[in-house]
């Protein structure tokens, strides 16, 4: 039989192909503190060596302006003493020592024309490198225009001034190329010591990243010293505060699992001592009466037969009232039974039953969005508690439940009487122990306060609707 199309490991029709594993997220490695204040000098530094060229170039540039304004007039100058007597052509002599003459001057070009456009330069410019054409406009604007200066009237010679400012420009040039080197090394240096110096300057953030690290080894001796930085010592301050409060709550944690354990191990026994010892004679009874019964009935003896299962009839009936009250220790039936809102009011109106010379009082609202089951529980825990307690305890002529939802989906629990319980003054039982320790347990919070008027005790009590939710 030939293969199907879908046979195999090929891909079916519908089926969507396989992406592959996803690729690593990669993270920004962001900058170190010490770097980011180092480029923050550094910038600023930068700034200052702008400005600092800046204000060499404009200086440069009215200076060289002024200066070849100034040699071309002392050029007109000279030349006008040097050939005021001239009246003839220039002869070769002359030419050469009007050279020797002009030979030194600066940003100008001297020229003589011996003849119809034979022009002699009588001064060579410098064989300085000539700098870049963008920097020559930066030193001498294009807009600058200096006039060329002419001398007629020597026979048929003419003697002409133009400026030149390259080498002007060029000795610029140098100064500032010879001078960015120095400024670039002294910025490198400053900054190498800004550096060192933040090393030193941020090892009190040095000191609070380790002690953070070694708070995460769960190391609660560590200690920030609170008078090295002025300027850390508020957070050094809080930060042994908070090892402080998370050693204590540390300690409660530890506190804590050990009495649920303890707790545990005593309802387990509890509930072995009951079956041992209330539940166990009674089966074993029973037992008992079983075996005369079934030798009576092959004896034929009718006679005790009634009386033996009357015995066992109160024999099951003792059992099934101590099963139900084992059932009760573990887990109130009635909620399963009625649910909260009902097992509240049974419970209040079972109180006034039994203590009518006190005035029990519930007010609670509908329940029209039920909690989850171990808040329900707890709740019941709270107000069994509570009442007891006031009962026994108190002395209160007025006891009063509140139980509402508060919003953000929280349910809130007063319990409030007038008796002799203040919160300064009591020092909470095993009862209330237990109790705080299940609400804490489902993200609630638990407080003893003075009741109405300052009177009595109010046990407030916050619990999420749904158990285990994020407190607020």
Known sequence: ????????????????????????????????????????????????????????????????????????????????????????LLSREDVERLSRVFQDLRHVRVSVASAPGEWVVLNQPSGDAAPPAWFEHLIVPADRDFPDIEFHGWGNASIRIQATPDDEVAEVWGEVTGLLPLMLGLLVAICLLVYAGFWFGLAPLRGLHEAFRRLETDDFTVRLPTDAVPELADTQRRFNHLVDVLARHNAERAALMRRLVTMQEDERRSIARELHDEMGPHLFGLRSRLSTLAWSA?????????????????????????????????????????????????????????????????????????????????????????????????????????????????????????????????VPGMGLSGLRERVVALNGAMMLEAGDQGEGLRVSVTLPLTAFAPAD
Request: glycine residues 8%; aromatic residues 4%.
């Open 1 to 88: 039989m030939s293969p199907s199309p879908h046979d195999g490991a090929g891909p079916r029709v519908g089926d969507e192909p396989d992406a592959g594993p996803a690729p690593p997220v990669r993270r920004r490695r962001s900058l170190s503190l010490k770097l980011r204040l180092l480029a923050i000098v550094a910038g600023v530094l930068l700034l200052g060596v702008g400005a600092a060229v800046a204000v060499i170039l404009q200086g440069a540039r009215q200076a060289t302006v002024e200066e070849i304004d100034a040699n071309l007039l002392f050029s007109r100058d000279l030349l006008g003493f040097f050939v005021a007597d001239t009246r003839h």
């Open 298 to 426: 092959e004896a034929g003896d009718t006679a005790t037969m009634p009386e033996r299962v009357r015995a066992m009839q109160h024999g099951l009936e003792h059992l099934q009232q101590q099963v139900r009250r084992l059932l009760k220790q573990l887990r109130p039936p009635v909620l399963d039974d009625l649910g909260l809102a009902q097992a509240l009011d049974g419970m209040v109106a079972d109180w006034q039953r039994r203590h009518p010379e006190v005035d029990w009082v519930l007010a609670r609202c509908d329940l029209t969005e039920m909690p989850d089951d171990a808040v329900q529980v707890t709740v019941y825990r709270a107000v069994q508690e509570c009442l007891t307690n006031v009962a026994r305890h108190a002395a209160a002529t007025r006891a009063a439940v509140r139980l509402w939802i508060e919003a953000g989906a929280r349910l809130r629990l007063d319990v409030t009487d007038d008796g002799a319980g203040r919160p300064d003054r009591l």
